[in-house]
């Protein structure tokens, strides 16, 4: 059974800080790894999608990835109220198989 | 342009019932998919289609059947609903299933007493 693993929360944040999400895989041979953002009631949207070791960028968001570890992240700088969500981590393995975490629940605080 | 559209948005059902959730999507996308999601749990694949006239088997098949009607179109169909089958479920589709974004449905809940 290949599992992605992320902390449940719920993770509070004073506003303006950094969130920092969390997840591990455990199929090795996974190539792509996705964020996607989910609001209370909503359907999921994708935020970022990564597929190298390292960091990449886009505007408050950096995912960073670490294949040797299993393990990937989602840095939010400059958290606003408007970030809290809940944030689903998905990993596309050699299967071309894509595999969601059960999320983290954010919550930024004014 | 409207993405992926899901019918009904809510439902409910008695034990043994049977019924057709409908999605469509407009991008002219080839790949679809199915999910369902229960609280504490992430997405779990039921079935996707791949291409039109395609359709395989996800991590949770089982009392489900799907149809990729055309390109456009990919229904899932409970034929005896359970009360385990409770939960949301979401469309989804891409251009291909290489492609790195999923564009999902705005979600049917599905209550099944």
């Known amino acids: 059974q290949k599992e992605v693993e992320q902390n449940s929360g719920p993770l509070s944040v004073p506003e303006g800080a950094i969130a920092s999400l969390n997840c591990t895989y455990s199929d090795r041979g996974s190539q792509s790894f996705f964020w996607y953002r989910q609001y209370s009631g909503k359907s999921p949207e994708l935020i970022m999608f990564i597929y190298s070791n390292g960091d990449k960028e886009d505007g408050r968001f950096t995912a960073q990835l670490n294949k040797a570890s299993q393990y990937v992240s989602l840095l939010i700088r400059d958290s606003q109220p408007s970030d809290s969500a809940t944030y689903l981590c998905a990993v596309r393995d050699s299967a071309r198989q894509l595999t969601f975490g059960s999320g983290t629940q954010l919550t930024v605080l004014p | 342009n409207a993405g992926v559209t899901q019918t009904p948005k809510f439902q409910v059902l008695k034990t043994g019932q049977s019924m057709t959730l409908q999605c469509a999507q407009d991008m002219n996308h080839n790949s679809m998919y199915w999910y369902r999601q229960d609280p504490g749990m992430g997405l779990r694949l039921i079935y996707y289609?791949?291409?039109?006239?395609?359709?395989d088997k996800g991590e949770v098949p089982n009392g489900y059947n799907v149809s990729r009607l055309n390109k456009r179109e990919f229904s899932l169909r409970l034929e005896s609903a359970a009360p385990s089958q409770t939960s949301v479920y979401f469309c989804?589709?891409?251009?291909?299933?290489?492609?790195?974004?999923?564009?999902f449905g705005p979600g049917t809940r599905l209550l099944v007493l």
């Open positions: 989804a589709s891409s251009r291909d299933r290489d492609q790195e974004t999923q564009y």
């Open positions: 289609s791949a291409s039109e006239g395609t359709t």
